[in-house]
C-alpha cells in the first residue's frame, strides 16, 4: 500500500522541499560531530546512517511512489549492512557494506520515479545506480524552486533581505578577490579575515557544506508529486531468427573451441599442465585467471543483452544454454587455477574476495540457464540483485580475515615453510584475535615478529589505538583485549628478536 500522506497537509507548514533541505542540514551538521576527524568505519558512521535513514523514512511518508513496506525494508537492510561496520574492519567487507547500500539507494530512487523493483531488469538496475552520483551532485538543484521560505522565515522584510543576502554573495566574493588584486591595503586586510580563521573551522564548514549538499540532492526524488510513468528499458538492438542463430552461434564456436583446451588442464593435472603449457603450476594459474574472470562476468553481460534483443526465443534458448555450458566450464578452469596458485601460495583477502565473486557469479548463472528453460526471464533481476545482497552480508560474517589467518597458520605448520606474519598484521583488527591464540604454534622467530607487530599496534598504550567513541568498533575492541589478556607473554616473546646476533 502507498503512502497517502495529504500534499495538503504541507501547506500548512513547511513544504516538503524545504524539509528535505532542513534534513540535509541536520545531516551535514551531524556529520561534522560523528565523522569529522574520525577513521569513519565504526560507530560514529554508524550512527550517522542511522540517523540517515530514519529522516529518509519521515520524508518518504509525502512520497507517492514509495510504499510503507518497500522503505521499512531498504532502512533495514542499509542498517544491517551499516553494523558490518561494527563488527569488521577489513577493508573487503566495508567495500561489501558499501556496495549493499549504493545497491538498496538505487532501488529506492527507481521505486521514486514510479519503476517497482520487482518488475525492473539488469538494465534497469545498472541504469540508476549510475544515476546515483548524478543525483547526489546537481539534485539541490531541483529544491531551490521548491523551497517555502515563508514557512521559516514569517516577517516578508526579513524573507526579503535573506534573499537579497543570498544572491549578494557571489558578487561579493568576485569583487572581493579583484579588490585585493587592484590593491595592497585591501589584500592585506581580507587575508587577514581569511587568516583568522583557523584551518579546522575552514575543514569542518566545508565538511558540513558537502554533506548537506549531497544528502540533500539524494533525497530530492521524495519531493517528486505523482507517480511517474514507469521508464522503457532502451533496446539498442533487434535480432531476428538467423541473426539470433549466426550471432550467438559464432560466439558459441568460440567458446567451444576454447572449452577444448581448458578441459586437458582440469583433468590433467600438474604434469599435463607443464608439459602442454610450457608453464609451471604458479605461471599457469597467475597468467589467466583475472581474464577468466572478466570472461565469465561480460558473458553473464552479453547474453543479458542478447536477450533483450533477440526475436526468436527457441533459437536463443538453445544457443544460450550452450553458452552457458561452456561458461561454467570456463569458471570451473578459472577456479582450479586459483586453486593452484593458493596451493603453492598463501591465501589472501584478494583471492578469498576472487572466490566469492566466481561462486557468486556461477550461481549467477545457473540462475540465468532455470530463467531461460522455464521462460521466465523477468525474474532474473531481482533474483540477481537478492544474490548479490546476500552474498555481500555472507562475506562480512564470513570474517574473511581470520579466516585466511587460520588457514596461513595451519598450512604454514603443516609443510613447514615460513609464515608471512607482516601480512597477517596487515588485515587489521579481525585477524588479531586468531594470529594471537596461535601464536604458541609459530617457531621462535616468527613469534617474536609476530609479538613486536601485535604490542606495536594494538596493546592499550599503541600510538594507534584510538580513544575516540566514534571510532568504536567490535573488531577492533576484540584486538585490544586479545592483546591485552596475553601482554606480558607477548613481551617476553618479543625479547628474543633482541638476542645478540639477531636484527629483525
Known amino acids: 500500500m502507498n503512502n497517502t500522506a495529504p500534499a495538503d497537509s504541507l501547506q500548512t507548514g513547511i513544504n516538503l ?9 541536520g545531516l551535514g551538521m551531524l556529520a561534522d560531530l560523528l565523522l569529522f576527524d574520525t577513521e569513519m568505519a565504526g560507530a560514529g558512521l554508524f550512527l550517522w ?3 540517515f535513514s530514519l529522516a529518509a523514512g519521515w520524508l518518504a511518508r509525502y512520497c507517492p511512489a514509495l510504499s510503507t513496506l518497500a522503505t521499512g525494508a531498504s532502512i533495514g537492510i542499509v542498517l544491517t549492512a551499516a553494523a558490518l561496520l561494527l563488527l569488521r574492519s577489513n577493508a573487503m567487507v566495508i567495500l561489501s557494506s558499501t556496495l549493499i547500500m549504493l545497491t538498496t539507494a538505487a532501488m529506492v530512487l527507481m521505486q521514486s520515479r514510479g519503476l ?4 525492473a531488469t539488469v538494465e534497469d538496475h545498472l541504469r540508476f545506480s549510475f544515476a546515483l552520483l548524478p543525483q547526489a551532485l546537481f539534485g539541490s538543484f531541483a529544491l531551490f524552486g521548491k523551497l517555502d521560505m515563508g514557512a521559516l522565515v514569517g516577517n516578508a522584510r526579513l524573507r526579503a533581505a535573506g534573499r537579497g543576502a543570498l544572491l549578494a554573495l557571489p558578487a561579493l566574493l568576485i569583487f572581493s578577490l579583484l579588490f585585493s588584486s587592484a590593491d595592497a591595503g585591501f589584500s592585506r586586510l581580507a587575508s587577514g579575515l581569511v587568516d583568522s580563521l583557523s584551518e579546522d573551522l ?10 548537506t549538499w549531497l544528502c540533500s540532492g539524494l533525497l530530492a526524488p521524495l519531493a517528486q508529486t505523482g507517480n511517474p510513468a514507469q521508464s522503457k528499458t532502451l533496446q539498442l538492438l533487434r535480432l531476428g531468427t ?6 550467438l552461434g559464432l560466439v558459441v564456436a568460440l567458446f567451444l573451441f576454447f572449452v577444448s583446451f581448458q578441459l586437458n588442464y582440469l583433468f590433467g593435472g600438474q604434469e599435463t599442465i607443464e608439459a602442454v603449457a610450457g608453464l609451471t603450476v604458479a605461471e599457469y594459474a597467475r597468467r589467466g585467471f583475472f581474464e577468466l574472470l572478466l570472461v565469465v562476468a561480460l558473458s553473464l553481460a552479453f547474453l543479458l543483452l542478447t536477450a533483450n534483443a533477440c526475436g526468436n526465443n527457441r533459437v536463443f534458448r538453445i544457443l544460450a544454454l550452450a553458452h552457458i555450458a561452456c561458461v561454467l566450464l570456463i569458471l570451473l578452469s578459472a577456479l582450479q587455477r586459483l586453486a593452484l596458485y593458493m596451493h603453492s601460495f598463501d591465501l589472501s583477502i584478494d583471492r578469498l ?5 566466481l561462486i557468486w557469479l556461477g550461481v549467477s548463472l545457473l540462475c540465468f540457464a532455470w530463467c531461460i528453460y522455464k521462460d521466465r ?6 533474483g540477481l540483485i537478492l544474490s548479490a545482497l546476500l552474498a555481500g552480508f555472507g562475506f562480512g560474517l564470513l570474517n574473511p580475515a581470520s579466516l585466511v589467518a587460520e588457514i596461513n597458520i595451519s598450512r604454514s605448520l603443516e609443510n613447514q615453510r615460513p609464515l608471512d606474519s607482516g601480512y597477517l598484521l596487515s588485515l587489521g583488527s579481525d585477524a588479531v584475535p586468531t594470529l594471537v591464540r596461535r601464536l604458541e604454534e609459530l617457531p621462535l622467530l616468527t613469534r617474536c615478529q609476530a ?14 589505538a584510538s580513544k575516540d567513541w566514534r571510532n568504536w568498533n567490535l573488531s577492533l575492541r576484540r584486538a585490544q583485549q586479545a592483546v591485552s589478556a596475553r601482554h606480558l607473554q607477548l613481551q617476553n616473546w618479543s625479547e628474543h628478536c633482541r638476542l645478540p646476533g639477531r636484527r629483525f
Open 17 to 25: 522541499a524545504t524539509r528535505i533541505l532542513l534534513a540535509g542540514i
Open 49 to 51: 546512517l542511522l540517523c
Open 116 to 119: 517497482p523493483p520487482q518488475q
Open 202 to 211: 575552514l575543514a569542518r564548514l566545508a565538511l558540513i557544506g558537502a554533506v
Open 242 to 247: 538467423m541473426d539470433t542463430a549466426v550471432f
Open 353 to 357: 574476495f576472487a572466490v566469492a565473486i
Open 377 to 382: 526471464l523477468n525474474l532474473f533481476a531481482p
Open 451 to 464: 609479538s613486536r607487530g601485535l604490542l606495536a599496534q594494538w596493546s592499550p598504550g599503541a600510538s594507534g
